[in-house]
C-alpha cells in the first residue's frame, strides 16, 4: 500500500504494469499476432486518454483499439501514442515551448511562439496518421520491434499554419534541399541518436503540410505532440514531428540513424508520386507514401450474428489520391461487392464504409475488404514481405459464425 | 534536449520500480539491468517467441551500435545467451 501511494505520489505511468486481470485485455485482438504480444498487451489509460492497448509503457506505445474505426474521425482521447525514445517532457516544461526556424541554407533564423503560428494564416487538413509500423505484428514471418495490430493509426482535422509559410519567415536560400525537423522529446542516455527526421523540400513546402497546434478542434494531447507537431498528409507518421522545436532548411541530406539506417523499404517494392532525391539509394527508400488500405472494424471479434444479418463497417485510406471504392466479401475473397462510402472528408482522411449483408443464410462466413483508390491502386492478395514490416495491406480475414 | 535529462530520470524512477519480471535464468540480472535504463522489458516478452538466437544477437548488436547502449562485450555475450536460451525461437535449419 505504502508502495503504491509513492507511485501516485510520482505520477508513475506504470502503476498497472503487474499483474493482468482478464478485464484488463482487450476485447479483440489478432491471432496473427506474435504469443508474447498477445501477453502482454492490455487495456490502459495514459492521462488524457481512454483505455489503449497498451504495449509497452517506457516508451509509451499505445494503440487505438480496433473498434474505434466504425467512425472516421478518431477522437483525440483514443488516438494511438508511439515514441522511440523516453525522454518526454512533461507539460510544464512545454508550457515554455518555443520553434526555432532557420538552417544553413536559410536567409535567417527566427525564433516563434504559439502566438506567432496563430498570427499566420490557419489551414485545416483531415488526415490519417498512421505509424509506418502499424500491423508489424501481422508480418509473417514476425519481424523485430514494437508488434502493433490494426490500431498505430488515426484520422483527424488538423489546424495550423502551413509549413511553407513558416519556412518563409526564415526564407529560403535557392540551395535548400531538405527541410530537417526535430522535437523536444529525446533519449535517456546521450549515446543514443536524438530522434530527428527529414522531408524534401518539395513535400516540405506543398499546400497540405501544416504545422498543426489544434486535433479535432482541441489543444494536441500531451502525447500526441504538445503543442505543436508537424502534420504530412499522405506520408507515414515517422515524419509528423511531435513536440516540434527546430525546423531547419538545409543545402544536404541529414545524416540521422533514423533515415539513413531507419524507416527504409526495398526501392521501387511500393508505389509512390514524390521520390525523396536526397535520400533514395539503389537498394532502398525511406518509407513515405502509405500504401491503399482498409480495416473492418466490426464484427471482428464473437459477436453474435443472426440469420436476421448485419453490417460490415470500417475505415479506407491512401497515400492522398482518395478512396474510390471498397468492396467487402463474406467468401474470403472469391466474390466481392461494393459497400456504402460514408462522407468524404478530403482525399487525405479515412473513407467511412459500410456494407449491409439483408437476410443471410446460416453458416461460417469470412469476412475482407479492400479498397481502391484514384490511381487505380488496390490491396494486396499476398503480403510484400520486408524486413521491418511496413505497409501491410493484405486484406483481413475474419471468420464469423451466422447462427 | 540533454538539459532535461535529470527530469527523464525523475519520470523513469517510478517505471523502474515497476519493471516486468522476466523468466529467470543465468543472466536474468544482467538483462534486467541493462535493457531497463532506456525502454521497458516488455520489449523482449512482447518480441517472442519468434526471433531466432542469430535474431536477438542482432537487435543486442543494434542497441549497442546503433542506439549506443553502454554494454560491454560480457555482458553482451550474458544477455545473448539469456534471451536465447529464454526467449527465442529454435535456429533456422
Known sequence: MKRRQMLTGLGGAALAAGSVRAADKPSWMSPQLPEGTREEATLAALPGKQKLIRLADRPPNYETPIESFRAAITPNEQFFVRYHLAGIPPMEKLGSWSLTVGGEAAEKQVTLGLDDLHSLEQVEVAAVCQCSGNRRGLSSPH??????????????????????????????????????????????????????????????????????????????????????????PGWTATYWMKHVTSIQLSAKPLESFWVKAAYRVPANMFPVDQPFPTQDNQNTWPITEMVVNSVIADPVGDTRLTTAGFTIEGVAWDRGHGIKRVEVSLDG????????????????????????????????????????????????????FNPAGYHNNVPQQIPVTVA | MIRWLPVFLLLAAPALADEPVLKPGPGQDVVQASCAVCHTLNYIRMNSVFLTPDAWK????????????????????????????TYAAAPKS
Open chain 1, 333 to 384: 475473397g472469391k466474390s466481392w461487392k461494393p459497400a456504402t462510402l460514408g462522407k468524404d472528408l478530403g482525399r487525405f482522411a479515412f473513407r467511412g464504409f459500410s456494407f449491409q449483408t439483408g437476410r443471410i443464410d446460416a453458416g461460417e462466413y469470412m469476412l475482407s475488404s479492400r479498397a481502391i483508390n484514384n490511381a487505380g491502386e488496390t490491396q494486396v492478395d499476398k503480403l510484400k
Open chain 2, 58 to 85: 542482432a537487435e543486442v548488436t543494434k542497441m549497442r551500435t546503433a542506439y549506443g547502449a553502454p554494454i560491454d562485450d560480457d555482458n553482451a555475450s550474458t544477455i545473448i545467451k539469456y534471451l536465447s536460451e
Open chain 1, 143 to 232: 519481424v523485430a520491434g514494437v508488434e502493433w495490430g490494426y490500431g498505430a493509426m488515426g484520422n483527424a482535422v488538423w489546424r495550423g499554419p502551413r509549413l511553407k509559410d513558416v519556412l518563409a519567415r526564415a526564407g529560403a536560400k535557392s540551395n535548400a534541399v531538405e527541410v530537417w525537423l526535430n522535437g523536444a522529446d529525446g533519449p535517456v542516455l546521450p549515446t543514443t541518436p536524438d530522434f530527428m527526421k527529414c522531408l524534401p523540400l518539395a513535400k516540405a513546402t506543398a499546400d497540405e503540410v501544416i504545422v498543426a497546434t489544434t486535433m479535432n478542434g482541441e489543444k494536441l494531447p500531451h502525447l500526441n505532440g504538445y503543442p505543436a507537431r508537424v502534420v504530412v
